[in-house]
């Protein structure tokens, strides 16, 4: 089993920054890729950002291209989401995923975290 643990959200002014963080454990951690997603209210989960976690290679949603950067750290099986000038609209639950069983599904989510940006 593995476990994926979000954290970093909160609350900060149309302009900030803020970073969020998660951090798989379980079984011997090896995924094809992890994601970010994020849910706002009366809104559909949306896919933020993916990283594909042994070449690296990133992909970003129109919406945060240019704002925010995904990363991981493979050593401590830790992934990031940087977000820079955050906007009223960045406002929602964000969710970190894995692909672990394959490369094409998120199989595994974390619990999220709450990213609330003030006008």
């Known amino acids: 089993q593995v476990q994926l643990v979000e954290s970093g959200g909160g609350l900060v002014q149309a302009g900030g920054s803020l970073r969020l963080s998660c951090a798989a454990s379980g079984r011997t951690f090896s995924a094809y890729r992890m994601g970010w997603f994020r849910q706002a209210p009366g809104k559909e989960r949306e896919f933020v950002a993916s990283i594909v976690w042994s070449g690296g290679n990133t992909y970003y949603a129109n919406s945060v291209k240019g704002r925010f950067t995904i990363s991981r750290d493979n050593a401590k099986n830790t992934m990031y989401l940087q977000m820079n000038s955050l906007k009223p609209e960045d406002t929602a639950v964000y969710y970190c995923?894995?692909?672990?069983?394959?490369?094409?599904?998120?199989?595994?989510w974390g619990q999220g975290t709450q990213v609330t940006v003030s006008s």
């Open positions: 995923a894995a692909a672990i069983d394959g490369p094409l599904a998120y199989d595994y």
